[in-house]
Nanobody, 114 residues
């Protein structure tokens, strides 16, 4: 599976951005991870083909993950952005019974200025 991410950029604190990630075929779970400089990679949000979602506590109430199964695309709407959201965001995907994310897209940088 190939994942093509888009979106990201520079935004002021309190602003919004939307990330998109298109998969080359249907896959059960898609999601977003992020990694800030000097920090460990963090799972941000995931969504299954049945629209079951999971969010990191740090983004609950501010980020919304959704997907268009017809387009094999997942979206991450990020609102009320904070400087601590600054990171490289990567799209990931895994098959239904996989224990790890085997497919990764390229990273996209999100920078939130204070």
């Amino acid at each position: 599976v190939q994942l093509q991410a888009s979106g990201g950029g520079l935004v002021q604190a309190g602003g919004s951005l939307r990330l998109s990630c298109a998969a080359s075929r249907s896959i059960f779970t898609m999601g977003w991870y992020r990694q800030a400089p000097g920090k460990q990679r963090e799972r941000v949000a995931t969504i299954t083909s049945g629209s079951s979602t999971n969010y990191a506590d740090s983004v609950k109430g501010r980020f919304t993950i959704s997907r268009d199964n017809a387009k094999n695309t997942v979206y991450l709407q990020m609102n009320s952005l904070k400087p601590e959201d600054t990171a490289v965001y990567r799209c990931a995907a895994r098959e239904r019974f996989a224990t790890s994310y085997d497919y990764w897209g390229q990273g996209t940088l999100v920078t939130v200025s204070s």
